[in-house]
């Protein structure tokens, strides 16, 4: 997913303080879903009469929306704990709450092993919130880690708070059904479930309304989405609904992550192909090359089978940028395993990839049926070699832009200096360019492509 990425431990902090409220302070990690449940875990709060707190020793409520994606992640979480454990110390009336995928995944282990912890809520559970806080204020430490079937908070407006008022995110659905066997998100997330087709319009309208110019349709598996009404009227599948989208928000950009390669549907590829202002760039996880290996890993489609869909792509969409997510050292994977999982990627072209070690999660189907038997180091070998194969077909991707002229929605200043804007093309290739005086966030502009590195187009903007 863009931005911050699937499962990596990106920290947002939601500003704004005002006197006088309890207030509270939200760091998030892991994938956009979660950043997007912060959102609408800030809506509730500020329903609550909470403000939020620019910094954790300026609030009463310290909360971390958590990700438990790889062992990694989960340390992450950890040693943020070690550092309000410190700030408790100074403040004892200082709560701190669990939220998110580490918090179902560990439940109630949180209050028996952890003192720290107050306050432990799952990603289905914050409609619960106003009553769990109630509970904290009547100095007990509460706990709502029950899944759902339903819940998809369509009628909850998310706070974007940390918002660049030029892109959002908006989630269409949750959970997941596909049990990939080394991966705790259907542990983390329950079931799947789509969000109804009307509520993600008007969200969509709104952001519109409100001067956004792109947004990211969210869900683990968003070529699944499927929404029947309950009068029995027209069923929508994604590309019904990347239609209506369309539609509803024509001088928006469109996106969306992440496709899973067996439920891309050529009738999804079309719409694309139809509609100017989706963009034409698909976040396509392989995870691996090796059929044997997809197979152990449940993923439902073999090499030929994301090889052909590779194809079909460019067939439909000749300039569509695609990426991937790509997982080193699986279970039992061989040297062979590893050379499939490099041919895959150079034919897949991918022009930017999010790349693991793998690393167990206990209960996943992996876990309970397979060895995790590559050594670490084996495994860090082969993925510095996935990294390095990325970089260069990311440079190389990047080079044939050079001359070309992108359309860019400028997002901002560049991070690295004050006096370049950066903003990304229909790809969602990050570029950068001189000349800020002459465009603002969410200006729409054309840049002629000059230089590349693996990671940034660089150019001039065209008058
Ligand atoms: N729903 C998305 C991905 C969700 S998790 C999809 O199906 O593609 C994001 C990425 O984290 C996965 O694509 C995978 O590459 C990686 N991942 C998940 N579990 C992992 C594990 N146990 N070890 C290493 N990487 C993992
Ligand atoms: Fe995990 Fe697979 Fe679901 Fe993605 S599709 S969230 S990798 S189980
Ligand atoms: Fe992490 Fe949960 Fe997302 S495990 S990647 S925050 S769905």
């Known amino acids: 997913m863009p931005e911050s990425r699937q499962g990596e431990a990106i920290s947002l902090e939601v500003g704004v303080t005002v006197a006088g409220a309890r207030t509270f302070y939200l760091e998030s990690y892991g994938c956009q879903m979660n950043f997007s449940d912060s959102e609408i875990v ?20 310290l909360l971390l929306n958590t990700c438990s994606i790889r062992e990694k992640a989960e340390e992450t979480i950890r040693r943020r704990l070690r550092e309000f454990r410190a700030l408790k110390k100074r403040r004892p009336t200082l709560q701190v709450g669990i939220l998110g995928c580490m918090a179902e995944r560990l439940k109630n282990q949180w209050l028996e092993q952890e003192k720290l912890v107050d306050l432990v809520v799952g990603p289905d559970a914050y409609r619960d919130l106003p009553r769990l806080l109630q509970h904290l204020g009547e100095g007990q430490r509460a706990v709502n880690v029950l899944l759902s079937r339903e819940e998809t908070y369509s009628d909850i407006a998310p706070l974007r708070l940390d918002s660049n008022g030029v892109s959002a995110f908006v989630s269409i659905m949750r959970g997941c059904d596909n049990m990939c066997s080394f991966c705790v998100v259907p542990f983390t997330r329950g079931r799947e479930r789509s969000r109804d087709v009307c509520t993600i319009l008007d969200e969509v309208k709104g952001l519109a309304d409100g001067g956004y110019r792109e947004v990211t349709l969210l869900g683990q598996n968003v070529d699944s989405y499927r929404w029947a009404p309950d009068d029995g009227g027209v069923i929508s599948d994604f590309a019904d609904l990347l239609e209506r989208v369309a539609q509803a928000a024509p001088s928006m950009r469109i996106r969306f992550s992440t496709s899973h390669p067996k439920d891309l549907t050529e009738k999804v590829l079309h719409t694309m192909a139809r509609h100017d202002n989706i963009c034409n760039y698909i976040h396509l996880p392989c995870q691996s090359g090796s059929s044997r290996i997809l197979e152990l890993m449940n993923r439902t489609y073999d090499r030929n089978w994301y090889l052909s869909k590779v194809d079909e792509i460019r067939t439909i969409l000749p300039d569509c940028a695609i990426s991937s997510d790509i997982i080193a050292g699986f279970c039992t994977e061989t040297e062979e395993d590893h050379a499939d999982t490099l041919s895959l990627m150079r ?33 860090k070998r082969r993925l510095s070699e996935i990294i390095a194969l990325q970089n260069e077909l990311s440079l190389s991707h990047n080079r044939r832009d050079v001359g070309t002229v992108a359309e860019v929605l400028v997002e901002g200043r560049s991070r690295r200096s004050d006096e370049r804007m950066r903003g990304r093309n229909l790809q969602n290739k990050m570029v950068v360019f001189e000349d800020v005086s002459a465009c603002k966030p969410g200006d729409c502009v054309r840049v002629q492509i000059e230089e590349a590195t693996s990671a940034t187009l660089m150019g001039r903007l065209i008058p």
Not at 44 to 52: T, V
């Open 42 to 61: 800030a809506s509730i709060l500020a329903g609550e009469g909470y403000r939020s707190a620019a910094q954790p020793d300026e609030a009463d409520l």
């Open 347 to 379: 034919y897949a072209d991918f022009c930017m990839s999010y790349m693991f070690c793998y690393s167990e999660r206990p209960g996943t189907l992996a876990a309970r049926k397979f060895a995790d038997d590559v050594p670490e180091e084996v495994k």
